[in-house]
Nanobody
Framework: QVRIVESGGGVVQPGGSLRLSCRAS??????????MGWYRRIPGDQRELVSS???????TYADSVKGRFTISRDNAKNTVYLQMNNLKPEDTNIYYC?????????WGLGTQVTVSS
C-alpha cells in the first residue's frame, strides 16, 4: 500500500516562509518513486501544479511561484520538500503532494497553508 504523508503547513504573515515536506512509502517494500510534486486547489475543484521534480532532479514551477518557491528531494528517503519564501495571501491554499510509482499517481491528504496578517 502506497502512503503519502505531508507536513509543514501552518499560518504565516505575508513575506514569511514555510517549508513543506512529503514522504512517500510502500508498506513492506522499498521502491523508488518517479516524479514528485506539489499541487494546490483552483476553482472548479481542480488542482494546479505548483512545482514538481523528477527523480533525476529536473524541476518545474508555476509562473506564480517562480523565484519564491524551491523544490528539492531526497531520493534515498523518497521525500520531497517545498521551500516557500516571500509568501503572499494568494498562496493560501491546501497543498497536496503527488508521487508517481510505476506511472501511477498517488496523492496525500494535503496540508493547509494560510498567509494572513
Amino acid at each position: 500500500q502506497v502512503r503519502i504523508v505531508e507536513s509543514g503547513g501552518g499560518v504565516v504573515q505575508p513575506g514569511g516562509s514555510l517549508r513543506l515536506s512529503c514522504r512517500a512509502s510502500v508498506s513492506g517494500s522499498r521502491f523508488s518513486f518517479g516524479t514528485m510534486g506539489w499541487y494546490r486547489r483552483i476553482p472548479g475543484d481542480q488542482r494546479e501544479l505548483v512545482s514538481s521534480i523528477s527523480s533525476g532532479g529536473s524541476t518545474t514551477y508555476a509562473d506564480s511561484v517562480k523565484g519564491r518557491f524551491t523544490i528539492s528531494r531526497d531520493n534515498a528517503k523518497n521525500t520531497v520538500y517545498l521551500q516557500m519564501n516571500n509568501l503572499k495571501p494568494e498562496d493560501t491554499n491546501i497543498y497536496y503532494c503527488n508521487a508517481y510509482l510505476d506511472s501511477q499517481p498517488h496523492w496525500g491528504l494535503g496540508t493547509q497553508v494560510t498567509v494572513s496578517s
